[in-house]
């Protein structure tokens, strides 16, 4: 097999052609980059999963051609591919970013996506089940302003508290309408009646529901902290759904519905005052979406800190709006 003749110097058409239309770009780089990521689970040991990164720079020279997107890729490579993904391992990426492409950049950007598995127990009996939760990492770096968003989303049941208070109106009427002309009332009979299909004769809708969260970071933080924003809204909202269950774990987690009755408004609140309470979140934003089992569309409350400057509750990012 004919090899190809070794030239001197291969021709590098981005770094010496000049740009055909000379302008300033905003970001440029790559996106759906697949690559392995390495995460501190607390068990002592870093995970490996999926990732798919995107990694920009933008161009602040109008009359350079392009970017080198093979450093991009290999600075991602070598250190994300070695090192356990924390807050100080991307400030090192996007610091490389912008020193392989010094003179043509002043601001790098790196996304990555990827899913998060937590076995959790269940609620009664003794077994347990992985949930997935699907988080987003974006980091940037701007001179020395280094910024860090995390967001995620958490999925729970919700159940009307109008639908509840109509339900038990109809056993209020069936139990009247059963137990009339009855001088006295045998409890038994009464025990009997409740666990009867002819009793409970109407039940509140329910639903499966999504709390969707945008965090502005503190870069405080040594390592990102996953678990402890789940269960931060998990513990707030009350009603996580639940992945092996007995029939014990089921009715417990039927209690915890008619004890946490909420409308999406209700679950926003929970969520920002769970929010509100970690000095190191500097920004949040929380979308709680009920899937609705009553109507074809879906019920939607969003709340955000209020830091000036900070998120806007539509701000025409993809995430403020339902997907």
Same mark, same amino acid.
């Given at each position: 097999?004919?090899?190809?003749?070794?030239?001197?110097?291969?021709?590098?058409?981005?770094?010496?052609?000049?740009?055909?239309?000379?302008? =300033?770009?905003? #970001?440029?780089?790559?996106?759906?980059?697949?690559?392995?990521?390495?995460?501190?689970?607390?068990?002592?040991?870093?995970? $490996?999963?999926?990732?798919?990164?995107?990694?920009?720079?933008?161009?602040?020279?109008?009359?350079?051609?392009?970017?080198?997107?093979?450093?991009?890729?290999?600075?991602?490579?070598?250190?994300?591919?070695? @090192?356990?993904?924390?807050?100080?391992? !991307?400030? =090192?990426?996007?610091?490389? %970013?912008?020193?392989?492409?010094?003179?043509?950049?002043?601001?790098?950007?790196?996304?990555?996506?990827?899913?998060?598995?937590?076995?959790?127990?269940?609620?009664?009996?003794?077994?347990?089940? #992985?949930?997935?939760?699907?988080?987003?990492?974006?980091?940037? !770096? @701007?001179?020395?302003? /280094?910024? !860090?968003?995390? *967001?995620? @989303?958490?999925?729970?049941?919700?159940?009307?508290?109008?639908?509840? *208070?109509?339900? =038990?109106?109809?056993?209020?009427? $069936? %139990?009247?309408?059963?137990?009339?002309?009855?001088? +006295?009332?045998?409890?038994?009979?009464?025990?009997? #009646?409740?666990? +009867?299909?002819?009793?409970?004769?109407?039940?509140?809708?329910?639903?499966?529901?999504?709390?969707?969260?945008?965090?502005?970071?503190?870069?405080?933080?040594?390592?990102?902290?996953?678990?402890?924003?789940?269960?931060?809204?998990?513990?707030?909202?009350?009603?996580?759904?639940? *992945?092996?269950?007995?029939?014990?774990?089921?009715?417990?987690?039927?209690?915890?519905?008619? @004890?946490?009755?909420? /409308?999406?408004?209700?679950?926003?609140? =929970?969520?920002?005052?769970?929010?509100?309470?970690?000095?190191?979140?500097?920004?949040? #934003?929380?979308?709680?979406?009920?899937?609705?089992?009553?109507?074809?569309?879906?019920?939607?409350?969003?709340?955000?800190?209020?830091?000036?400057?900070?998120?806007?509750?539509?701000?025409?990012?993809? +995430?403020?709006?339902?997907?």
């Amino acid at each position: 097999m004919t090899k190809p003749t070794k030239t001197a110097e291969m021709p590098d058409i981005a770094s010496h052609a000049k740009a055909q239309v000379a302008g =300033r770009l905003d #970001w440029v780089g790559m996106n759906h980059i697949e690559m392995p990521l390495l995460l501190d689970t607390g068990g002592g040991h870093p995970v $490996q999963t999926t990732a798919r990164i995107s990694a920009f720079v933008d161009l602040d020279e109008p009359d350079t051609r392009g970017i080198h997107m093979s450093r991009l890729y290999l600075h991602l490579d070598r250190t994300l591919g070695e @090192q356990t993904l924390t807050p100080l391992t !991307l400030r =090192r990426v996007l610091k490389d %970013f912008l020193g392989s492409h010094e003179g043509l950049s002043t601001q790098a950007m790196v996304r990555i996506d990827f899913d998060y598995l937590i076995k959790r127990k269940s609620l009664v009996s003794d077994n347990s089940g #992985w949930k997935r939760y699907p988080f987003s990492l974006i980091a940037s !770096l @701007q001179g020395k302003n /280094f910024e !860090l968003e995390m *967001a995620y @989303q958490v999925i729970y049941s919700s159940t009307c508290p109008c639908s509840a *208070a109509l339900a =038990r109106q109809l056993i209020q009427d $069936q %139990f009247r309408k059963d137990f009339a002309g009855q001088d +006295s009332l045998d409890p038994q009979a009464v025990v009997d #009646w409740l666990g +009867s299909e002819q009793g409970i004769v109407a039940t509140p809708h329910s639903q499966r529901s999504a709390a969707d969260v945008r965090l502005q970071l503190s870069p405080s933080y040594e390592a990102f902290p996953f678990v402890e924003m789940i269960d931060a809204i998990e513990d707030a909202l009350k009603t996580p759904v639940q *992945a092996a269950v007995k029939r014990e774990d089921e009715q417990a987690f039927a209690l915890l519905n008619g @004890q946490n009755l909420m /409308f999406c408004e209700d679950a926003a609140r =929970r969520v920002q005052a769970a929010l509100e309470s970690r000095d190191r979140v500097l920004d949040f #934003w929380a979308r709680c979406s009920h899937f609705e089992s009553l109507h074809p569309h879906n019920a939607v409350s969003i709340v955000t800190k209020g830091v000036e400057g900070g998120y806007e509750p539509i701000d025409g990012h993809p +995430s403020a709006w339902a997907e």
